[in-house]
């Protein structure tokens, strides 16, 4: 009796068991879908949560479209954990017609630990009442409010005050001041001191002396710097129009002037050796260089203005008079013409001899 006993219970103990794949699987996760009203009005948001039930440690991805049935999708809420076993999340959605709708389910992505693979998982289904804004049609139409005019505070008027009167203190300060400026402005009128012509020639011959062109092969650069000081320096000494004239233009205009033989040696001197150099590529001795430098030194110390009587040297030393007669077949007008010799100058001219 023992055996069958003993056979009739390990059949039923085996047919107990679960078997099956489908026997085996955990806890199944579950979505449920609420809305937290039934009737909204066209355009209203509309509020759908979603509560998921699940094992521990299972995550979600969401899946919900654009677009759920006719309505629209604003905003996908984010999963929210409310304890180990459940999750909370949902959307913000709205209508733009009025009807009795549904929202169809919505559909999440799940992953169960220990399985790697993404199971959908859906909602219910929501029902509700989308309607238009009821108008009176009955009622008196209204024009729309004007615009509230809010009055000023007693803070705001006091900063409005003292704004204006900073902006009137600068006005009238700036008046002042441009009025006063206008008072006590001193128009120069007094011409510039020009230095004389003598303190110019040696202040440019002390540069050029300086600047020992020569002495690095540079020589035509130093006889043409040195003759343009000595035509300068005659131009604005006697008036002539040495800067432009040639050579023998020049110390024909100084016989003209009568000066002493010794200066108008000095002038050709320097003017004929520089004109070689330039036009002819004659090479000078090296005495020769120093000794057109020292040429026109002299010549501008025996021919400087004198003095005038305020201690300045006159720049106009000429006096009016009758200019000397031109050579015969010389049609160019004389410096002496341009500019006429006076006797004081004549005499100084003549000193050294």
Not at 233 to 242: Q, S, T, V
Not at 245 to 267: F, S
Not at 325 to 336: D, F, K, L, N
Request: hydrophobic residues 40%; charged residues 20%.
């Amino acid at each position: 009796m023992k055996l069958p006993i003993m056979t009739l219970l390990l059949v039923v103990g085996l047919g107990c068991m679960p078997f099956g794949p489908g026997r085996v699987q955990a806890q199944p996760v579950k979505a449920l879908a609420s809305a937290d009203s039934s009737r909204y009005f066209i355009g209203d948001w509309i509020r759908v949560t979603v509560e998921l039930r699940h094992p521990r440690g299972t995550t979600f991805q969401p899946s919900v479209p654009d677009s759920l049935g006719g309505f629209t999708v604003l905003q996908r809420l984010p999963f929210v954990t409310i304890s180990d076993t459940v999750t909370r999340t949902g959307v913000i959605i709205a209508r733009y017609d009025s009807a009795s709708a549904m929202i169809p389910g919505l559909t999440y992505l799940s992953s169960i630990p220990g399985d790697t693979a993404l199971q959908p998982v859906s909602t219910n289904t929501v029902s509700l009442t989308v309607q238009r804004v009821q108008v009176d049609s009955a009622g008196q139409a209204r024009d729309i409010k004007p615009v509230m005019s809010i009055p000023y505070t007693l803070a705001e008027i006091f900063m409005f005050v003292g704004a204006l009167l900073v902006v009137a203190a600068g006005v009238y300060a700036a008046y002042r001041y441009v009025r006063k400026k206008r008072q006590t402005a001193v128009v120069d009128t007094r011409l510039p001191v020009l230095k004389a012509a003598h303190v110019v020639a040696y202040e440019q011959l002390a540069v050029l002396k300086e600047k020992r062109l020569w002495q690095q092969g540079k020589i035509k650069e130093y006889h043409s710097e040195l003759t343009d000081i000595l035509r300068r320096y005659l131009e604005d000494r006697f008036g002539m129009m040495a800067l432009e004239e040639t050579t023998a233009e020049i110390i024909e205009g100084l016989h003209r002037m009568k000066l002493l033989p010794r200066i108008i040696g000095d002038v050709s001197e320097v003017l004929v050796r520089a004109d070689l150099v330039k036009f002819a590529k004659h090479t000078p001795e090296l005495g020769e260089h120093d000794a057109s430098l020292k040429s026109v030194y002299d010549v501008v110390e025996r021919t400087k203005a004198a003095p005038s009587p305020s201690g300045q040297p006159s720049q106009s030393p000429l006096a009016p008079g009758p200019p000397p007669p031109s050579a015969p077949g010389h049609s160019r007008p004389s410096a002496t013409a341009r500019s006429p010799k006076p006797a004081a100058d004549k005499e100084g001219a003549h000193v050294g001899a």
